[in-house]
């Protein structure tokens, strides 16, 4: 063989190629195969061809080496003849076609899988061209085409399809040609009943025609839808509880749920109700209806809403709240149960929302479309009413929590302010300002129940109720005199149409104004009624009369409070006026400044315009003015009256209270008469002044308006009735026996100076030396600053300062001649029996420092009792200065009167031993100046 035979059998050059060789020599490491059968040596087709003498064409042979490897090999065999024709060998020629076998098998099993494709493919394969025409159709999936195979080859798009479908995909037909790219595209086709969906690749094949490649998506589509639907679903519920979860409104969170299904799921025609268990209704919270174009039609479609549907069963709507289920509704119009709200509505869902199983309302969506709700649309509103139902229960629950703070928290504040104040006026005007701000409007009043008159009266109003000019409101008459008789709150939609309201009212109260009229009482006692007024359009809300109501319930605490916090100021100040009374009865014995006092507390606890005292004259039966207030002429001043003229005069013979407010009985008597006009005086009260069964006049009460006397009045006034006749007595009784005393005093002194002139006449030398001194006495007493009592007491002393010589014999006392010490001893024992003498008499005892220590000297060598320096009583140490002054400068028995200068310098020098040297120097400068 040649070289390449040896390469291609992996053998060196020249060696023995035959495998027919002998052992040893033939080569082992290769074999034969054909047709992937291995060949014996004596069938090779060279062996075959040398020893047959036969040609032998289009031979291929597999050479598996021991390694693994192939070769393939290709080639004809020619036999060799010898001369005699016998075949005596063979020539081969082989080609090496392993790399071309390869790639056949390739291409076969590439082939293999093409058709294993085509087998399992499901897509439509076509092929057409720029004009449209179908050219080929690949036996795919013939079930996926518009028409069997043979109706479409060689026709054109447009006679297949519609005119604007089969456009669009001729231009996707030439936009591929024209740019030689892939084009994705999207349709759907009737195939059969059904309308699939196919994605379709669009490929060039070459510059005229191109592969279509369909795939039917139709499940596909669905899935995204779903899918999408089942996003758009978990979008909406996140966002519903993102935004539900920020909000703690009921009303606000009713609005966004709508929102939210007209945002995600374009469904316009929705409502939203929540369920008030306390009234048993559906509460309309929010809506949604298109076309509505500015507020008065909306409320007016809000009207109707509500209208529609109030309780539960009321509509679907009420009846899917009523029985907890869902009413999926594809045509409501055949429905007996549907609440026409809108005549465009075909079909309906109807969600109740239920948190713990409790059914808090109920979610209404409609459509103008019929069957326009799929099962997967009642499974979505089923979880977000779920949703939506533990949102509202929150937000409800958070609302009544927050409105109940804020009650309370104006609660506190109104009863912070209540506390503080101690004026109806201001506290009225309190409460209701912070009830107009509660109810959102400006408008409002409080009237009160009038005990006198027994009719309503407004106290406090704001906005157009301050010019509503009958303030009094009778009651059983009206709305207000109705609530306060009746004890029940009354909502008015309209004051100026309501039945109730009366004439004379209604003309004054501007149209289109309802409101709310709550009763004002406590402990059971009506006090009055507060009105609120709002625009007719407007609902007052419950919450918002629970507040009002709350307020009037602390309004009318208050007023009860206030009540008796003045009714106990005033029975403190009554209390208190009567202890004053008291106080100057018994601290005061003059009868007018007792009277005044009296007077001004009759006018400021018992609230009269005037008051008067007459005091009886029993010598002439008459009643005259003592005493008067609050009087605006002199009139009152002149008054004198007869027992038996006037109801003063039978008052006071009658011995009871007696009250005039006509003024043709006040003419009756001519002095009262004129009073009575001159004042302007309305009503009186004349109160017999009456002491231990003995009436001393009449206390007179004035009033210039009407007056009803509250409980108590009546009482009050006769208690200062009482402590005026008491009074009265009193000074009387004191005035008698001021009489008595000084008619006794002057006796007593009477008494004493007569004494004291017995004992003159008694002693001829010392005659008139008693009253010298005392007159001197007194003057030296004042000088010293001692009071009139104080002198008083020391004038009596010194009348009586010898009283003790009435114990002294004649033979002593008027002996001419000096005394012997016994004669002494006997008179310098007159001091004592002095005190002797006077103490007995009580009368006397703050006078017996003067007959009793007169001889006491400053250096206690005095008598009788020794006593020294201040201990020595000062009305003594006064009158020894001024009892030596006279002894020495009068005539004696047994000597004459000193000279004055002598006696002078005597005292002078006798200060501060005998004499209390500042008495001495007083009594020295009195005598300079010649007092003394």
């Given amino acids: 063989g040649n070289h390449t035979l040896y390469e291609m059998l992996h053998l060196p050059l020249h060696s023995n190629v035959s495998l027919t060789a002998p052992e040893g020599v033939r080569p082992t490491h290769f074999k034969i195969y054909v047709d992937g059968v291995e060949q014996p040596p004596s069938e090779l087709p060279l062996q075959v061809s040398a020893a047959t003498g036969v040609e032998i064409y289009d031979v291929e042979e597999d050479y598996v080496f021991n390694d693994g490897t192939v070769n393939h090999v290709f080639g004809n065999v020619v036999p060799l003849f010898d001369e005699k024709g016998q075949p005596r060998g063979a020539v081969a020629a082989f080609v090496d076609i392993t790399e071309r076998k390869r790639a056949e098998e390739a291409l076969a099993a590439s082939e293999a899988e093409l058709r294993a494709v085509f087998a399992s493919m499901q897509d439509v394969v076509l092929v057409i061209d720029r004009q449209g025409r179908y050219l080929k159709i690949a036996p795919t999936n013939p079930a996926l085409l518009v028409r069997p195979p043979e109706e479409l080859l060689g026709k054109m798009l447009d006679e297949i399809f519609p005119p604007e479908q089969a456009d669009s995909f001729i231009k996707a037909v030439e936009q591929v040609l024209d740019t030689q790219q892939t084009l994705q595209i999207e349709y759907q086709l009737l195939i059969g009943r059904e309308l699939l969906w196919f994605e379709t690749f669009i490929s060039p094949m070459d510059a005229a025609s191109t592969l279509w490649v369909a795939r039917d998506v139709t499940e596909r589509k669905k899935a995204e839808k779903d899918l999408r639907l089942h996003l758009t679903e978990l979008e909406m519920l996140y966002e519903s509880g993102l935004a539900l979860g920020q909000l703690m409104n009921p009303t606000e969170t009713a609005q966004k749920i709508l929102d939210l299904i007209e945002e995600k799921l374009t469904w316009n025609y929705t409502t939203l109700r929540l369920y008030n268990p306390q009234d048993d209704t559906l509460e309309l919270l929010a809506f949604h209806q298109p076309g509505l174009r500015n507020e008065e039609e909306r409320r007016a479609a809000e009207k109707i809403f509500k209208a ?108 912070t302010a209540l506390r503080a104040i101690s004026k109806q006026d201001e506290m009225l005007a309190i409460v209701l300002d912070q009830a107009l701000v509660s109810l959102h409007t400006n408008h409002g009043a409080i009237a009160l129940w009038d005990e006198a008159t027994g009719d309503l009266h407004i106290f406090t ?116 006026a009567l202890h004053a009374v008291d106080q100057a009865i018994t601290s005061n014995f003059d009868l007018g400044p007792i009277l005044d006092a009296v007077l001004h507390h009759t006018i400021t606890q018992l609230r009269v315009d005037a008051a008067a005292v007459l005091l009886l004259q029993p010598e002439l039966q008459t009643l005259e003015y003592i005493a008067g207030k609050g009087f605006l002429t002199g009139i009152i001043k002149t008054a004198k009256i007869r027992l038996d003229d006037g109801f003063v005069g039978q008052a006071m013979l009658e011995q009871r209270i007696i009250r005039l407010s006509n003024s043709i009985e006040a003419q009756k008597n001519r002095e009262f008469g004129a009073l009575w006009a001159g004042e302007g005086f309305n009503n009186c009260y004349g109160v017999p002044l009456i ?222 031993s005998r004499f209390d040297p500042r008495v001495v120097d007083i009594f020295l400068g009195l005598l300079d100046e010649g007092r003394v």
């Fill in 308 to 415: 529609m549907v109030v309780r539960p069963g009321d509509g679907l709507t009420g009846w899917a709240f009523l029985h907890g289920q869902t009413i999926r509704s594809e045509d409501v119009t055949g429905d007996p149960r549907y609440a026409n709200t809108s005549p465009s509505v075909r079909s309906g869902l109807y969600v109740p929302m239920i948190a713990r199983k409790r059914k808090i309302g109920v979610i209404g969506i409609e459509s103008e479309k019929f069957n326009d709700f799929s099962e997967a649309d009642e499974r979505l509103m089923t979880t977000l009413a779920t949703q939506a139902a533990f949102a509202l229960e929150n937000a409800h629950l958070f609302a009544e929590i927050r409105q109940r703070v804020e009650e309370l928290e104006t609660l506190y504040l109104v009863s």
């Fill in 461 to 576: 109003a704001r906005g157009w109720f301050c010019d509503i000019e009958e303030s009094s409101l009778k009651l059983g008459e009206d709305i207000f005199g109705k609530v306060f008789v009746d004890k029940e709150t009354y909502i008015s939609p309209d004051f100026s149409s309501d039945p109730l309201l009366g004439d004379s009212i209604r003309r004054q109260i501007p149209f289109g104004w309802g409101g709310a009229c709550i009763p004002i009482y406590s402990a059971g006692q009506m006090l009055g009624v507060l009105v609120v007024a709002v625009p007719g359009e407007w609902e007052i809300a419950k919450d918002e009369i629970r507040q009002a109501k709350t307020l009037a319930e602390m309004t009318g605490t208050a007023l009860h409070r206030m009540r008796l916090h003045e009714e106990t100021v005033h029975r403190l100040e009554q209390l208190q």
């Fill in 691 to 912: 002491s231990k069964g003995e009436v001393k006049g009449v206390l007179e009460v004035f009033h210039r308006v009407p007056f009803t006397p509250e409980p108590g009045w009546m009482d009050y006034l006769e208690t200062l009735a009482k402590q005026t006749a008491i009074a009265i007595d009193n000074t009387q009784l004191f005035d008698g026996l001021q009489r008595a005393n000084q008619e006794l005093a002057l006796a007593y002194d009477a008494t004493i100076e007569g004494w004291s002139r017995a004992l003159d006449l008694r002693d001829q030398e010392t005659e008139n030396h008693t009253q010298r001194v005392t007159r001197a006495t007194e003057i030296v007493a004042e000088a010293l600053g001692l009071s009139l009592a104080e002198r008083v007491h020391m004038r009596r002393g010194a009348l009586l300062h010898d009283i003790g010589k009435m114990g002294v014999p004649d033979n002593i006392l008027l002996k001419p001649g000096p005394l012997d010490p016994a004669e002494r001893a006997i008179i310098e024992r007159h001091p004592q029996l002095a005190y002797e003498m006077l103490f007995p008499i009580t009368y006397l005892h703050p006078a017996l420092e003067i007959p009793y220590c007169h001889h006491e000297k400053w250096d206690g060598s005095g008598y009788p009792q020794g006593l020294k320096g201040e201990g020595i009583p000062l009305p003594a140490r006064i009158f020894a200065i001024i009892d030596i002054w006279d002894a020495l400068t009068s005539d004696r028995t047994y000597r004459k009167a000193w000279p004055k200068e002598r006696t002078i310098e005597y005292i002078r020098g006798q200060s501060g």
